[in-house]
């Protein structure tokens, strides 16, 4: 039995470029080629992702009666290794990454060009990437973030919530990524954070007929985690035999289960916020009965709370929960190209040690094989909730070796 050790990754590959990219999609038998080095890349290329992305809009008021969320519109999607909306390019010549998303399921749209040097960005200096965007244990990610605002406005930092007057506006997409070649050859996963907000200037007429002026606050939130690489020639993939990957983890959720006001920090009805969650991937390969099963384990960010909507602190799942999913699957090479499953148990414990179990109503588990001859594994994830009245969604993607 062959053993592949599978390390953590969380680094950046370079800058995306595009036009004139060679594109690498989904392995088919007889398909494929590793004369280009994803550590060192040597020519423009374009890589399908296979992860998830998520939107929230909402909006928020300044006045003391109504400073909750309103006009929520929740999507979410996960892409397969034959059906992604997710691209990543990336040009050695001038160090440019392109990250390109259109996915009408999860209402994700993301076309942002990273060619700046000054994009390249940290959590280290005066100025820090924007509101969501995790800082990784990880040291070898790296950050790229673009963007405008106008009207003064500000997105904030990832300790900081966006602000803004009446007629302002802000934009920005923050792209992270493993650094190829810094823990895998292969494959390597990324995660972005998107965010547009807008404020405005509304009136509203009170019962005493006299006028009343406040600002209003709409946010669109965009979040995604996915792993690309150079995929294995299905002809390549060992056929038996066994193995184990050990990898990474990266996953952005949306937790709320208060909607009805149930909880187990008391009976608020508290803000639906996104969270990201870190953590190690192990996932166990049997080549002649084309089964894998996965097992994560991880850390939750705290909530990344608007600072408008009426909540500060922590939410039902706070910072430094430990996260664990079990999930199993089939490998296909001819129809998924790779593998296809889905999960049998997820849940989070907190620091203070309380436990809320995801009560799941769907999930999905794809991956594929990366390098030339299966050395390393990489593919992405969801676990929907299904209680009533919950907003329970957990996207990822998590990488192996």
Request: some cysteine; glycine content about 14%; overall charge negative.
């Amino acid at each position: 039995m062959r053993k592949y050790l599978v390390l953590s990754a969380t680094c950046f590959l370079g800058a995306c470029g595009g036009a004139g990219a060679d594109v690498v999609s989904a392995p088919t038998p007889g398909n494929g080629s590793q004369s280009h080095s994803f550590a060192n890349p040597t020519e423009a290329k374009t890589y399908q992702g296979i992860g998830g992305t998520h939107t929230y809009s909402y909006n928020v008021q300044d006045r003391d009666c109504c400073r909750g969320q309103s006009g929520q519109l929740y999507q979410g999607n996960a892409t397969t290794a034959r059906n992604s909306s997710i691209s990543i390019s990336y040009d050695p010549r001038d160090a440019i990454y392109t990250l390109s998303i259109t996915d009408n399921l999860s209402g994700a749209n993301v076309e942002s060009r990273y060619q700046d040097p000054a994009q390249r960005t940290d959590f280290d200096g005066a100025r820090q990437p924007q509101f969501g965007t995790p800082r990784l244990a990880n040291p070898n990610v790296t950050y790229l973030e673009a963007g405008s605002s106008s009207g003064g406005a500000s997105l904030g930092t990832t300790d900081t919530p966006p602000f803004g007057i009446p007629e302002a506006s802000a934009s920005a997409t923050t792209l992270f990524v493993l650094k190829p070649g810094s823990e895998t050859q292969y494959v390597t996963y990324a995660g972005y954070v998107r965010n547009d907000v807008t404020w405005t200037e509304e009136t509203e007429t009170l019962a005493d007929e006299t006028e009343n002026t406040y600002t209003l606050e709409s946010l669109n939130l965009q979040r995604g985690a996915f792993a690309f690489g150079e995929l294995t020639n299905t002809a390549n993939v060992p056929k038996s035999g066994g193995a184990t990957y050990e990898g990474s983890m990266l996953a952005t959720m949306v937790f709320n289960p208060t909607l009805d006001g149930q909880s187990q920090i008391g009976s608020a009805i508290l803000p639906s916020y996104f969270q990201w969650v870190e953590g190690t991937a192990n996932l166990a390969v049997d080549f002649g009965a084309d089964t894998v099963g996965l097992t994560l384990a991880g850390t939750a960010f705290p909530t990344q709370d608007d600072g408008v909507s009426g909540f500060s602190g922590e939410g039902v799942i706070a910072g430094g929960a430990t996260f664990s999913a079990t999930g199993a699957g089939t490998i296909n090479l001819a129809n998924f190209g790779g593998f296809k499953g889905e999960f049998s148990q997820a849940g989070f414990v907190n620091p203070d040690g309380t436990r809320y179990d995801v009560n799941i109503a769907g999930s999905s588990l794809d991956g594929a094989f990366y390098g030339p001859a299966a050395e390393e594994v990489g593919g992405g994830f969801r676990i929907v909730g299904g209680t009533p009245d919950e907003r329970i969604d957990i996207l990822g993607a998590f990488i192996g070796k």
